[in-house]
């Protein structure tokens, strides 16, 4: 069972075309048999990273997904979701659920990627419409701020963004246009865009480096961004932070010597795009969940994956083990926004963004998370800030910058629960064998195609 993976997905093309067109995916939408949820049930020939596109897709819809089996061993990807709206309801609409199954069919059906791109996003075709840019480096009060500077005296008008920050380093996708709303193409432009800004994010230090890419194209920004953070090795914590584990987050991999897997399991307070985040980094790292579960309708979430490395070993050794529970927890730890959550909500215009930054390090406000998006000619922002020292914002503090900026334009949305336990585990986690992957067939929750 533990065979070479990576030479079965590189099999001849035109014969998986063959098999796929004679084994079509097959994807049921259900509102009837779950009570609080619809359920989604797909069934297709397997391929590498087929988990990531479905439960990526989940998640450009805006699905919570409240439970999952997951079983892809014998070449078949069989897998079920329990999803809701954001509100926790099912999926009422006709049309919203025609469009779940189009979109799921359309993303791992026939002419789909057979092997996940690291820059592909599900749905959508390369556009000449922005400029994309990437950036790592290490974090600093009023980075946000430098780097939106740069890019306004460079005519750089910032369209949508996307900005994390964990264990001292710093990630951001940054989609921009030139003053005609254009992409930027020009190299020598480019070039000059890439040397300031990686000059911008190098800073003083020395210790840790920073780098900068452009593109023209469209890609799924949260999937990059934990590209981004595990290439730039975030997960290894820094001295100053080793003491600041999350106490809430528990990552354990064994290996189940008898089947040749190792299973991780995860318990963890849950949030929107979790099992995105575990999913995404699993795969990036080039492992193959085989069976899962998944199961989030309290406040703490379980995940249990029975995986094996793409050649079709289990985790090796305790270096190995150590780093999968590592990636795994600055997985959950980056979309953890901390500080005080400001909504901004005004005319779009260039140097905005460098303009509302600049008055939040005026008055020593640092950003650790911000999404930034233009909507018909509006700029709608959202911000996490804290104090440069780490503490809480001051109210009078906050009350100058509203005033700056504007207090029907800069809302205050609240303070960010992440450091509130999650309730005790509920009584169902003591009987987790209940969910291991090889009682799915038993419980009949999931058949195998006939």
Not at 165 to 185: F, G, K, L
Not at 350 to 357: F, I, K, R
Not at 374 to 384: G, L
Request: charged share 30%; proline share 4%; with cysteine.
């Amino acid at each position: 069972m533990g065979g070479d993976l990576s030479s079965s997905w590189d099999s001849d093309d035109e014969y998986e075309k063959f098999i796929r067109k004679m084994n079509p995916p097959r994807v049921v939408v259900d509102n009837s048999s779950c009570p609080n949820a619809t359920v989604i049930k797909v069934d297709s020939i397997n391929k590498y990273g087929i988990l990531l596109e479905v439960v990526q897709v989940l998640m450009d819809l805006n699905l919570i997904v409240i439970k999952a089996y997951i079983s892809s061993d014998g070449g078949w990807f069989m897998d079920v979701f329990n999803v809701t709206d954001p509100d926790g309801k099912k999926i009422e609409r006709q049309k919203d659920l025609d469009n779940i199954k189009e979109c799921i069919q359309k993303s791992i059906g026939e002419g789909s990627s057979a092997v996940p791109s690291r820059r592909r996003s599900v749905d959508l075709k390369p556009s000449s419409d922005h400029t994309s840019i990437e950036l790592t480096g290490t974090d600093r009060p009023g980075l946000l701020s430098e780097v939106s500077a740069v890019l306004t005296d460079l005519k750089c008008n910032v369209v949508s963004a996307e900005v994390w920050t964990h264990n001292t380093r710093v990630a951001a996708v940054m989609q921009v246009t030139d003053e005609m709303n254009s992409a930027i193409t020009d190299p020598q432009r480019l070039s000059r865009i890439k040397q300031l800004l990686c000059n911008v994010l190098k800073g003083n230090n020395r210790h840790r480096g920073a780098k900068t890419a452009v593109s023209v194209g469209i890609t799924n920004t949260e999937r990059r961004l934990h590209q981004l953070m595990l290439d730039d090795r975030d997960y290894e914590r820094s001295e100053e932070d080793s003491g600041n584990e999350n106490c809430w987050t528990k990552v354990t991999v064994v290996n189940w010597f008898d089947k040749d897997y190792s299973v991780v399991t995860i318990r963890c307070k849950d949030r929107p795009k979790l099992l995105f985040d575990t999913v995404c980094t699993l795969t990036d790292m080039q492992y193959v969940v085989f069976h899962g579960s998944v199961d989030a309708e309290g406040p703490e979430a379980y995940q249990e994956y029975y995986i094996r490395h793409i050649d079709g070993s289990p985790v090796n050794s305790e270096a190995e083990r150590q780093r999968v529970v590592q990636c795994l927890e600055a997985a959950i730890e980056r979309r953890v926004s901390e500080g005080l959550k400001l909504e901004l909500c005004t005319s779009d215009r260039m140097g905005l963004l460098s303009d509302v930054t600049r008055i939040f390090r005026e008055h020593g406000l640092t950003v650790t998370r911000a999404e930034v998006a233009t909507r018909d000619c509006k700029a709608v922002n959202t911000f996490y800030v804290r104090d440069a020292t780490g503490n809480s914002v001051d109210p009078k503090t906050l009350d100058d910058i509203r005033a700056k900026i504007g207090r029907t334009v800069l809302q205050v949305k609240g303070i960010s629960d992440h450091l509130k336990s999650p309730s005790d585990a509920p009584s169902r986690f003591l009987f987790s064998g209940l969910f291991k992957a090889r009682s799915l067939y038993n419980l009949g929750l999931i058949r195998p195609p006939t």
